[in-house]
């Protein structure tokens, strides 16, 4: 037996949209403006660090203490990851779109 059912046909879909092969779909690649904006905010990253120890350490707001705090440990120690608690009770639902 064939792995097609008999009373379907293949249709060939329309190649619009897609790339030729070997063909890059961004040939001149990320612009140099967004490189020249990542250079320039980073050259402000020791002044940015230092305002956001200074705001940690003397902030007269509480919210603003927390929050450059945050700010500077997740740069140093990288944001910790989000947990999710299973309790293994929940129903799954899987939802099969075919674009029919």
Aim: hydrophobic share 35%; proline share 5%.
């Amino acid at each position: 037996m064939s792995s097609k059912p008999a009373n379907r046909q293949s249709e060939a879909k329309p190649n619009k949209g897609q790339f030729r092969k070997g063909q890059s779909g961004n040939p001149s690649g990320r612009p140099k403006e967004l490189k020249e904006v990542i250079e320039l905010a980073r050259s402000h990253t020791e002044a940015a660090i230092n305002a956001l120890a200074k705001i940690a350490k003397s902030g007269t707001s509480e919210v603003a203490v927390i929050a450059a705090s945050e700010a500077l440990l997740n740069r140093a120690w990288g944001k910790p990851k989000d947990t999710v608690e299973i309790d293994g009770n929940s129903k799954l639902t899987v939802i099969i779109n075919r674009g029919d």
